[in-house]
C-alpha cells in the first residue's frame, strides 16, 4: 500500500466513524487485545494477526 493510498483510507475512515479517541490511538498487540477482550468478560476462541503490509488482528470471541 502506497502512500497515496494509505492516505485514501485514512479520508475515508475518518469521513464513517470520525477521530478515535485519545485512550486507543495507539496499535494493539495480539496479547493487548486479547487481554482487553477478556476484561469484558469473552472469551478467546481464536486470535490471528491477517495482512502482508498492512497489519490487522483478527479476534473471535464468545460471551461468557
Do not use: C, Q
Amino acid at each position: 500500500m502506497n502512500w497515496f493510498e494509505k492516505m485514501k483510507l485514512g479520508i475515508r475512515y475518518l469521513k464513517k466513524w470520525g477521530m478515535l479517541p485519545r485512550y486507543v490511538r495507539h496499535n494493539l498487540s495480539p496479547d493487548e487485545l486479547v487481554s482487553f477482550v477478556e476484561n469484558i468478560d469473552f472469551k478467546v476462541e481464536e486470535v490471528r494477526l491477517l495482512g502482508d503490509k498492512t497489519k490487522a488482528l483478527y479476534l473471535r470471541g464468545r460471551k461468557e
